[in-house]
DNA sequence: CTACACATGTAAACGGTTACATGATTAT
DNA sequence: ATAATCATGTAACCGTTTACATGTGTAG
């Protein structure tokens, strides 16, 4: 399966509803794996009929009641399972490349937009990742932080998140600059 | 659609057959979209049926008969409605960066070979995107070559590729430094 | 009173992976 | 002999996306 361990994972950082979880695979986690909302919740049921989270009520004051999740012992063992398997490779697909892999044959104009597009998106996903970053150090230096025994798995992980966003925003200024001259 | 679209943008390289045409995706093309033999078979198909390329049996002496297709009219105009639409987000999905995310919960040490696996996959395949691009260029300057008026897609696609391959590389040896500095 | 954030789903369609299937030629 | 390369598919399954669906509370 597939996204059953990106959920097990985000769950690391501390039971969560499939709304909050929503949100964690929109800042940093969905740098790894991206998922839309409902099939998280779809793997949230999934994942507790497999026993490997459990999930309990926790109503509000004026808002509606939540469900929030943990791993199960299973869970844990699953999610160590996983990682002990060996990892198939990475799937990139993304229409802005193959777009450019075209540019030659297709106008460039929308292409220059789009880019400018993605290279906004970028700036923006890294400066969010500096401070996701930044909350995790709390304070220490990097080194420091990733030298002491804390939990260094999603700072490694958003700092992959993070040197990915800043390559795409110098590639997306570079394709712009050769676009551009090109006329 | 998907695989479409960085198939027709493939064959603007030239005629192939689908055997040729999976070399493509696993040697640059593949940087921006994966896709398995069977799949560029089967879509191969389905845009000949679509009429979006053209498809013509070649007899070889000391091999089987291949099938080569070519983009029609049809088919540019598609890749060219396609580029002008607006692009949806890039998916990324790479179950190492779930693993390392989850690394404070599971075993260190099946991780850190599994990051130097990829680190020597990434090696690899940057050091072959650095052919494709010197074949490219074929003995210009890039800056020379990018200033003019060829084929400058693929180029700049394959430099995205081998400056995520690079940067996926930094990203594994430093990854694996702060594990065996845990013990 | 409009929009946004909270909160959660179902159902159908689509796209992609995996397993299975075949057979010739060339190089070691 | 054995493996690698050339050459092409089918069928079943799984995972993801898209469209549809609902309702409350808070901020501007």
């Known amino acids: 399966m597939a996204l059953r361990h990106a ?4 769950l690391l950082d501390g039971e969560a509803s499939g709304y909050e979880l ?16 409902q099939q998280v919740y779809a793997e949230l049921n999934t994942l507790e009929r497999s026993g490997l989270i459990r999930g309990r009520e926790v109503p509000q004051q004026g808002r509606p009641t939540k ?19 060996s990892a198939r490779p990475a799937a990139h697909r993304d229409d802005l490349l193959v777009k450019v892999y075209a540019a030659d044959a297709v106008d460039a104009a929308s292409l220059i937009a ?11 996903r890294a400066a969010m990742l ?11 230096e990097e080194t420091e932080f990733l030298g002491g025994s804390s ?6 992980a958003c700092m992959r ?17 050769v676009l551009e001259a090109r006329g």
């Open 7 to 10: 959920v097990l994972a985000a």
């Open 22 to 37: 929503g949100k964690r695979f929109d800042r940093g986690v969905g740098e790894l794996w991206n998922a839309r909302p």
């Open 67 to 85: 469900r929030v999740f943990v791993p199960t012992e299973a869970g844990y063992a699953e999610l160590a399972r996983f990682a002990a398997d």
């Open 114 to 124: 789009q880019l400018r597009e993605r290279a906004a998106q970028s700036r923006s």
């Open 130 to 140: 500096d401070k996701v970053l930044e909350r995790l150090r709390d304070g220490a």
């Open 151 to 156: 939990r260094v798995g999603p700072y490694l």
């Open 161 to 177: 998140g993070r040197m990915f966003e800043q390559d795409t925003l110098h590639w997306c200024l570079r394709a712009i600059e």
